[in-house]
């Protein structure tokens, strides 16, 4: 149908130029050699081409003959056309041959294209698995942190209310201290004229008993319980000059003093830690790694005594006060 359309377009173009349409009919004969009864051509000086067809056509049936031609004429330029085209596209397809160097890089592209989406997929994939222990441990750590901020917040209201119980503490124990120095005072004055019991010693407020046996430390503070009274607890220079006194010549005698609780750490029977020492040189040293958890106490003639630590089981005299 189309090679129709096209023969007719070119037909009317013939039309349209009739000088063409004078010249085909000169081909098949010549304009006076036609005989109008018979339609058969007359020789003339040349013998036209409808001399050899034997007909001498008129202008329709020309253009018949021009449309008929030029269709069938197309028809096989046509065919040869397509076989041709039907050849560049199947070889390629069937042989496995790229058609053009444009489209193999295109094939390259897109096969390039196709491997990277499949590492995106992977890559993405890899990273949603990734992501979401990530959130959960996100989540908890929120969790931790919210609950922690609360623990804090607890615990700093805490810290004020004890600090300011602490305050209010370090007020009432001043207010009784004072108070303890003026009782003291008031009860000194008292004791200062109360008597020792027969076989005690007073010295200023306190009365001392020095032993005449010898027992090991815990016995020894045992005996001055039983005494209503505790192993002595020297608190100045002048009881321990006093102390010395008592001692004879290069005695030991225990005295109030251990670190059985905690090692090295030195306290009275009573439980108030240390304020003034008199240790010997290097003492107290545990000697020999002995368990030496007991103080004693040293008669020297040139300086008011020292003091040693020495195993508590060795038997030895002691001072008792009250």
Known sequence: MFLLIISDILVGYLLVN????????LLFCHYTVCC???GLPKLG???PLGARFGFCPSTTQLIQIIKYVLTKTLIFFSDIIIDKCFQCFTVPLVTGQHYSPERDQLQTSYNNMTKEGDQLHINYSTLTKERDPLQTSYSTLT????QLQTSYSTLTKERDQLQTSYSTLTK??????RETIRLNKKLKGKLLGRPCHEGWIKFETSCYFFSTVNKTWEESRVDCLRREAHLVIINN???????N???GANKQIWIGL????AEGTWKWVDGTPLTTTYWGDGQPNSWKETEQDCGEFIHRSTDPGDWNDDGCSVEQYCVCEK
């Open 36 to 38: 109008p009864r018979t």
């Open 237 to 243: 220079r002048e009881e321990q000059v006093f102390i």
């Open 143 to 146: 969790k931790e942190r919210d």
């Open 258 to 261: 251990t670190d059985t609780f």
């Open 18 to 25: 009739l000088s063409i349409i004078r010249y085909m009919q």
């Open 172 to 177: 009432d124990r001043d207010q009784l201290q």
């Open 245 to 247: 006194g008592l001692n």
């Open 45 to 47: 000086p040349v013998a």
